[in-house]
């Protein structure tokens, strides 16, 4: 299984982008799809995560309410929009599969190469 991730960007604080994690083969009904990120010189951190039968998500205190993870099955794609972003939120952001509902990145088999997210103040 290969993720790639794509959609970051430089962009300026209180703006918008979409990234996007295609997964090479079908995503089966009991896997779990998450987004992590990692901002220089600190630990890979969870961001959200969905069950990819269900519309169960899970946030991060940080990004609730701003970021909205997403999947469309046809596509085996998922999703992470997100809005009204800090400089705080700057960090590569790696997409993950794995099969329990889980905040850990141990608990993730399957890792995407990342794609940098740069805001700007």
């Known amino acids: 299984v290969q993720l790639q991730a794509s959609g970051g960007g430089l962009v300026q604080a209180g703006d918008s982008l979409r990234l996007s994690c295609a997964a090479s083969?079908?995503?089966?009904?009991?896997?779990?799809m998450a987004w992590f990120r990692q901002a220089p010189g600190k630990e890979r951190e969870f961001v959200a995560l969905?069950?990819?039968?269900?519309?169960?998500?899970l946030y991060a205190g940080s990004v609730k309410g701003r970021f909205t993870i997403s999947r469309d099955s046809a596509k085996n794609t998922v999703y992470l929009q997100m809005n009204s972003l800090k400089p705080e939120d700057t960090a590569v952001y790696y997409c993950?599969?794995?099969?329990?509902?889980?905040?850990?990145?141990?608990?993730?088999?399957?890792w995407g190469q990342g794609t940098l997210v740069t805001v700007s103040s």
């Open positions: 993950a599969r794995g099969t329990q509902w889980a905040t850990q990145t141990n608990e993730y088999t399957y």
């Open positions: 083969n079908r995503i089966y009904s009991s896997a779990v």
């Open positions: 969905t069950r990819w039968s269900r519309d169960s998500t």
